[in-house]
């Protein structure tokens, strides 16, 4: 956190995203998050795969329609009607990068005309060599050579489309940019170089990032704040030092657990805790606290009533009845 | 060999000098999607006999007519059933191209048919010449089967496109009417339209299209919806792209390939089917002939005069089988798996 007056940039209140499987289903790909992103800041997002990150992000970039509740950008509303204008505002401030670098660049395109999308879209060059010019400096920026703009995306490797993909979500100069697993299709030996980018990028230009990931070491080296998602919904979120050194929601706790330590003396003594059973369907989850069905501390009033999302120490935002003044009087 | 022999030090060891900008190099030649697609076919050896037999077909069905000195529809009583006969070929005996029917005899001397005039393909039994007529026929065929592979693509294309790209309640609404369609026999359909038109080039034409679409059209649809949840359109998207753009820069490009596959098998099922409804008597009528027509006159006296069954056979065949090699190269070229 670098500033201490925080401007909130990003405002998620209470967002649900709820897909209609068949004629009764509905799964709850995200049910009830509420989250704020500060200015210039990184806030890491994790959970296991299936736990309604990538949704959450695609419903905060209107990708998706959201089903209730609200985003704000700077105070404003990204949902609902918009005029063409302002949509098209909305779209140059905020930018998206890919998890699969072969999925996310068109291939019957070149990589200039890819990275100048935006440029085309929202008119920002007057002539071909300025196009040209801006593209070749996008290039650069993110580390290509302009021999690389007539190419094609499959001349590329992972980690170079990565970077063509992160040209594209620049040209538009965006403030905030979410990075959905931008690593993790990635060679461990690229995937550090991705990530030194976006950091670099950040410095320079002052972005803010929501960056989802599924692995927690990663997410602690460029995150401020971490938020940790189960089920479709959030159940830590706290600045990122504190939540590696003391998680308060057990499945934090287990989640911390399974990172090895680089220390091998540590790492024999090292407690872990194991969950039991499986992931559950997010079409029918289980009732009260989601959670619940694999905790180790779970109580009565866990399959009864949801858990409160509250600040249990400043800045240190928990869903669990552990730490809910109401259900468990001796605290923990 | 043993290590003792010569000892490896570190200081035989040097770096190599390594430019840090060049390890980001490309040294392949650029090549566009099409031109690679191009670079593959050419290897296909199957695809390219295909593709020559295609091109050598479709010049002999408009130079054909022409070099010959007999008229299509040029009847005359006194020339009917005659065998083939090709000059400089009526030398080799065992070619059957003599003028000698299977009966050993020499037709064209029994007709008193002057030394000089020649039926290369023979006659039919109105005594038209067989050679004009295949080539004739190959042209209304081709016609017909290039028509009717145009119709499917555009009510395919438009009506699998506008269905998987709206999506949701359209799709719903046009995904049912075309299981309908489907449900009803398309033999009972195309006779029916058949036996209401006339029986001529724009009928049976509209009569393959009235069906045939579908094909295309679950394909496109499939291809829609398999594109649309690519990250790229999402990309585009969230870049604030029109559908406009979207479908012209991203959809178009990433279907023509499945749809120029589908086509080039399309054409051969087209002819196919000229032919067999020329078989069941609805399709092309005399004097106007279509491959599928003339194998169908031939057949009936196949036993006595087969000259008259085989040559459009054989001409059909190799357009078929050409299409069909040249589909299937399309389709290992355009395969981006293959790629090397
Ligand atoms: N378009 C969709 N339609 C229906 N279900 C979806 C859709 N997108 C995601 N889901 C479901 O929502 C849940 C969350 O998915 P996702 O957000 O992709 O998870 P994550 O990114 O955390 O791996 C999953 O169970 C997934 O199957
Ligand atoms: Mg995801």
Redesign the pocket.
Known sequence: MATMEREKLLEVKNLK?H???DRKAV?K??DDVSFDIYKGETLGLV????????????TIIRL?EATDGEVLYEGKNVHGKKSARELKEFNRKMQMIF?DPYASLNPRMTVKDIIAEGIDIHRLAKNSKERNERVYELLETVGLNKDHANRYPHEFSGGQRQRIGIARALAVDPDFIIA??PISALDVSIQAQVVNLLMKLQKERGLTYLF?A?DLSMVKHISDRVGV?YL?NLVELAGSDELYEEPLHPYTQALLSAIPVPDPEVERSRERIILEGDLP???NPPSGCRFRTRCPHAMDVCARVNPKWQEAREGHWVACHLYDQEFNKEGK | MSMTEKKLTDDMFQPAAMDPGKHEEITKPSLTYWQDVWRRLKKNKAAITGLVAIILIVIMAFVGPAISSHGFDQQDVRRTNLPPKIPGLEKVHFLGMDGVDIRGNDQYKLKNIPKDQYYWFGTDSLGRDQWTRIWKGTQISLLIAFLAAAGDLIIGVTYGGISGFFGGKVDNIMQRFVEILYGIPNLVIIILFILIFEPGILSITLAIVITGWIGMSRLVRGQILKLK?QEFILASRTLGASNGRLIMKHLVPNTLGIVIISMTFSIPGAIFFEAFLSFIGLGIQPPTASLGALISDGFKQLRIYPHLAIYPSVVMCILMVSFNLIGDGLRDALDPKMRK
Not at chain 1, 47 to 53: A, L, V
């Open positions: 995203k897909f209609k499987v799964l790909a995200v959970g296991e795969s299936g736990c309604g990150k990538s949704t959450t992000g695609r998706y998890q959905d697993e989802i599924h998602m479709g369907s997010p079409i | 949840g």
